[in-house]
């Protein structure tokens, strides 16, 4: 009977523990958002973002210099406004920019101000987490201010272009390895290398550089499976490298069996005892 009982409870208790290891509907319902400064001549921003009619408090990333953008955060689905207002100002005074966007479950999302100072805007760009197999990808943004349009290319193939001021292209498939990459625009020209990982996402930016051109490599994803979650060593943001992808409910399933073994070798051993002991005090 005892042993009846304990080979019911480990069930229970492993759909328990199964049912606490499921991701919650809060944990699915999340998307990402990083936030940059792609205009040459404006100042250090204040950049505010907050939910559309919420009365919570607005994440909040200071003092995003030109040509940086911050690590991923993660925030849940719905609509937000963006005020983006000079380093040090007030959280209450009038933002020099702003913007709004919606954020779908499981998407990231990269927003940044743009543009020379007399036509300052928000741009806010999509980033695909679906990596290509075995190759890597990656997607163009024309932000130079001072080159009006820009050729990008890798090894005698044009990338995209030529892009005008915030153009950019769609993710394309590159030969994974170190690649040099060179934009082109009327008066300038400069040339990257970027090593690429297999099944890494990319996003190269042109920007502005004492007259002349720069580009800088954003990495966007590693792998298909990979979610934001944090910068690295670029200083311009980027994901995690991708870890193995273990479902917790195998190691939960695997506890559970071996409790369930446990438990029955050790009724086993009680009987077998108690059948010792009764056999002696008969003899």
């Known amino acids: 009977m005892k042993l009846r009982a304990v080979m ?12 606490g290891a499921a991701p919650s509907a809060a944990a699915q319902d999340t998307g990402w958002i990083r936030w ?13 973002l907050k939910s559309f009619g919420g009365s919570g408090r607005p994440t909040v990333i200071k003092h995003v210099r030109y040509g940086h953008v911050s690590s991923y955060t993660a925030i849940p689905v719905g609509q937000y406004t963006i005020a983006m ?5 007030a959280a209450t005074a009038a933002p020099t920019l702003s913007a709004s966007v919606r954020v779908a479950s499981g998407t990231a999302y990269t927003i940044v101000s743009m543009g020379a100072p007399s036509h300052l805007g928000v741009q806010v760009l999509k980033e695909t987490m679906r990596s290509s197999p075995d190759k890597a990808l990656v997607r163009v943004v024309q932000e130079s201010v001072q080159q009006h349009r820009v050729t990008v290319n890798q090894s005698g193939r044009a990338l ?12 394309l498939s590159v030969t994974p390895g170190w690649q040099a ?36 490599s954003l990495k966007d994803a590693v792998g298909s499976r990979t979610m934001p979650a944090g910068g690295v060593g670029t200083g311009l943001g980027g994901t995690a490298p991708q870890a193995p992808d273990v479902s917790p409910m195998l190691w939960l399933a695997t506890m559970a069996g071996g409790g369930l073994l446990a438990a029955v070798g050790v009724i086993r051993l009680r009987r077998s005892r108690g059948r010792g002991a009764h056999a002696a005090m008969n003899r």
């Open 8 to 19: 019911a409870l480990v069930p229970l208790g492993l759909v328990v523990g199964l049912l």
């Open 36 to 48: 940059g400064n792609w205009s040459p001549s404006a100042p250090d921003f204040d950049i505010y």
């Open 85 to 89: 207002r000079h380093a040090g100002t």
């Open 160 to 171: 995209g272009g030529p892009l005008r001021l915030g153009g950019y292209t769609g993710y």
């Open 181 to 216: 990459f060179h934009a082109v625009g009327y008066s300038e020209s400069t040339t990257k290398r970027v090593f690429l990982r297999a099944n890494s996402i990319h996003t190269l930016v042109v920007l502005d550089n004492q007259g002349g051109l720069r580009i800088r």
